[in-house]
């Protein structure tokens, strides 16, 4: 570099160092270099070290084969560093992850081999001996939460038939095993699982199919459906069936599997009501969505526990694609209220989702004035939450009244003001009467 060569002229005389390095040095630098490359998340000193001394076929951690941080260091002859803050073993510039990428021949099947470890990890006798229930890793066995959450989406992107088989030796009892808890204690806080799956009494129920399902691995659940007979409809820990799990993912192939079955129940709601095709819509998952569809026995217009039904999913979460798939349906109301007496219309507007506001109001049959059982509107929805665009929309139509009030008296601009959307209040105030009786 100081004779003037660019980043890249350093990094490939860097790694043609590195590769001429004597003994396991070479190989554990390149190694090192691939998991920090390809891990779905930066792995802490401690995890990566862990990593690294996993022996396939092993059926435990021989403690003398994991290799200390200064080791790993040292072959990578400052390729990577540690993030001080949070421990995390880091590429030494962006530019690097750029350079190692556009070599396609540096690592071999790199998702293949970081699964392989992590079903190994997740296979040792050690760590089929925890109990289920706990809630999180032991710090002896600091590859485990890694391990347990992301080996789906390695295994996804890099099938072997050994990975094939230790995913099959894992998911076997997989209501038994502690990585299925962690995955889901993982995975509930972005997903559909949210506030279903609260960890106390461990997966019970969470089967291998389950967890296939849930991970998207198609594969494996044609293999798994093969090996025993499974209840294809059974609920888990959550009340989820396999099939509204796969919906929930947006894993199409595996939804096809499921649905080729003859015994399937794809209307099967779990227990806050929720059937595969609400997951499917609240998720956007268009694919998954028309593969539904197509079952005559799916009901489209299937509300939850909470009255919510797939397009009022869909119109909350803004999925635009969705909802017009479902309105082509003569099942489908697009005015059906929830308990609270909310519309699609109103989740829409109050999340701001302004082109799902503009195909519902294109239909006849909805009212962009109906108020929920607050007295609440459309307008008043997005006004509170500061949502101008939704708010334009609707004062462009002349059902929409802007001054009306909720049932203790309160206008749109009344909650615009409070909130302090000084651009709701600058659009609603020439439209509002002199008086108002809220509080």
Request: charged share 20%; net charge negative; glycine share 10%.
């Amino acid at each position: 570099m100081a004779r003037g060569n660019g980043l890249s002229d350093a990094y490939t005389t860097t790694l043609t160092r590195l590769r001429a390095q004597k003994g396991n040095k070479s190989g554990l630098g390149l190694k090192v270099l691939m998991w920090v490359l390809y891990s779905e998340r930066p792995l802490r000193a401690e995890e990566l070290c862990h990593a690294l001394g996993v022996e396939i076929g092993s059926v435990d951690l021989d403690p003398i084969n994991v290799p200390v941080l200064r080791a790993l260091l040292s072959s990578c002859l400052g390729l990577v560093t540690v993030e001080a803050s949070s421990s995390t073993v880091q590429l030494v510039h962006f530019t690097l992850q750029e350079h190692l990428l556009s070599d396609p021949t540096l690592f071999h099947n790199p998702h293949s081999v970081i699964a392989e470890v992590c079903l190994t990890y997740l296979n040792f006798r050690s760590v089929w001996d925890l109990s289920p229930t706990l809630r999180s890793a032991p710090s002896t066995m600091p590859l485990l939460e890694y391990a347990s959450c992301y080996w789906g989406m390695h295994t996804r992107m890099g099938m072997t038939e050994n990975v094939m088989m230790l995913g099959l030796r894992l998911l076997d009892r997989f209501d038994e095993h502690i990585s299925g808890q962690l995955l889901l204690l993982h995975s509930k806080q972005d997903s559909f699982l949210d506030p279903g799956f609260d960890g106390a009494g461990g997966p019970v129920g969470f089967t291998g199919l389950h967890g296939a399902s849930f991970l998207g691995i198609a594969k494996i659940v044609a293999a798994i459906l093969e090996m025993k007979k499974w209840d294809v409809n059974a609920s888990d820990c959550m009340g989820f069936t396999a099939i509204a799990l796969a919906a929930g993912g947006g894993y199409e192939e595996v939804v096809k599997i499921l649905l080729e079955r003859r015994d399937i129940n794809s209307n099967k709601p779990e227990n806050r009501g929720q059937t595969p095709l609400y997951c499917a819509a609240w998720a956007g998952y268009e694919g998954v969505v028309k593969m539904l569809l197509e079952r005559k026995d799916v009901n489209p217009d299937k509300p939850d526990n909470r009255g919510q039904t797939p397009l009022s999913g869909a119109s909350w979460n803004g999925h635009e694609k969705v909802v017009k798939i479902l309105l082509e349906h003569d099942e489908v109301n697009p005015e059906k209220p929830d308990v609270y007496g909310q519309t699609p219309l109103f989740g829409a507007a109050s999340n701001g989702h302004e082109r799902v506001v503009e195909v519902l109001l294109g239909r006849d049959d909805v009212n962009p004035d109906n108020p929920n059982k607050y007295g609440q509107t459309p307008l008043f929805g997005a006004a509170w939450d500061g949502h101008e665009g939704v708010v334009k929309i609707l004062l462009g139509h002349d059902d929409v009244n802007p001054d009306k009030p909720d049932k203790l008296g309160r206008t749109s601009l009344w909650w615009a003001a409070k909130s302090g959307h000084i651009g709701v209040v600058a659009l609603l105030q020439p439209l509002a009467s002199t008086t108002s009786s809220a509080p």
